[in-house]
């Protein structure tokens, strides 16, 4: 199937999509991406500050918790150095799976709001995810979001375009990969005896797993959600200016950012941050990064054929992947005018290509023909932000 068909596949999908669960509450992203500029990436940060103390109030707890992720968020807290420190003078933290001792239960016999503030990253993919997030937003005074899956549904979200939703993945993951299979195969195993099960009965007791969900959310789909950071991860500056506030906040009693304010991002698109010209030229090819040698550091990407996605990704990174010759993947998430990054992006590039009346050299078994060497354009053009999409999952025909 050509590219342009496979596109014209997904939007035929996204109707069907719209039948898919509502979330449970569609935060207004939009009008947060809109706070941003309150809030933005240039906005100066502090340091270290040396012998902070305890707070005059005492210190404030401070749980964080991941949902579904890869760990590089959790990892990323710890990029702020010494700053670090800061956060041990300010708070108690209650949970943080990485690296303290904190339990569920110790969380659940707490009041109502005694957490002042929980980070969580991750999407929310499972009944665990969900039952954690909801838990920890009854608990805590402020909510951050934390990372592209949590704000937009990152690389988690992509299991959406799965049309068997869960029991297709885990069919396939415990049947069909190689790995899965060759073990079937030579242990004379039924696909049954190795599938996971959320319920067990164990001579010791009933043993339970989280269930595992069709629809990947964001975390705003899922809470209320007071602040978000986007990223994968976010920036040293992004978390080192949340800090800042919370300092701010803890020992001066300085008033916080508006809810719903994205920290650490600009009223722009990546474009506008990113330090390479662009010369709009026509693309008669695509290519994939490590296809294109020699490439040119100053010109933009898409000029040279490379899929950057800049364009319809919002700016305050600093482009750190385009310095470092690499297209921009999209993981800050859509621009301000615009909350439909992949599409926002499709289109960019689509009007590269010399199919207008006055340069008219291709027609559309051409476009076709170039955009076909994307094998999966969904996955490349909503990487991170597939539940935030109207696509949001696919279904099968006459199915959910
Ligand atoms: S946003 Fe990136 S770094 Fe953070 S959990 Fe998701 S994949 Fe990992
Ligand atoms: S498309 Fe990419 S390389 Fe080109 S200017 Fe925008 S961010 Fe930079
Ligand atoms: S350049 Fe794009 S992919 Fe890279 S960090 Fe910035 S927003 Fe993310």
Redesign the pocket.
Known sequence: MGFIEKVKGIFKRSDKAEAAPAPAKEAPAKEAVAKAAEFPADSPIDGYVPGLGAPPGGKINLAIYWAAACGGCDVSLLDTDEKILNVSDMSNIVMWPIAVDGKEKDIEAMEDGEITVAIINGAIRNSENEHMAKLLRKKSQILVSYGACACLGGSPALANLVPGGHKEIKDHVYSKVPSSANFLADSGKKIEDVMPRPVYEAPEGTLTLPVLYDTVKTLDQTVDVDYYIP??PPTQKSIAQLLNALVGFVYKGEALPPKGTVIGVLAKS?CEECHRHKENRRITNVYEPHEVMNVDHDLCLLDQGILC??AG?IAG?G????KADQP?????GPTQPVSEQGASIFTAIASLFPVQANDATMDEDDMDEIMSVINDPLGYFYAFSMSKSLIKRAVKEGGQ
């Open positions: 990223g994968c990546l996605l800049g990704t990174c482009a750190p992947c385009t921009c993947r999209g993981c800050y």
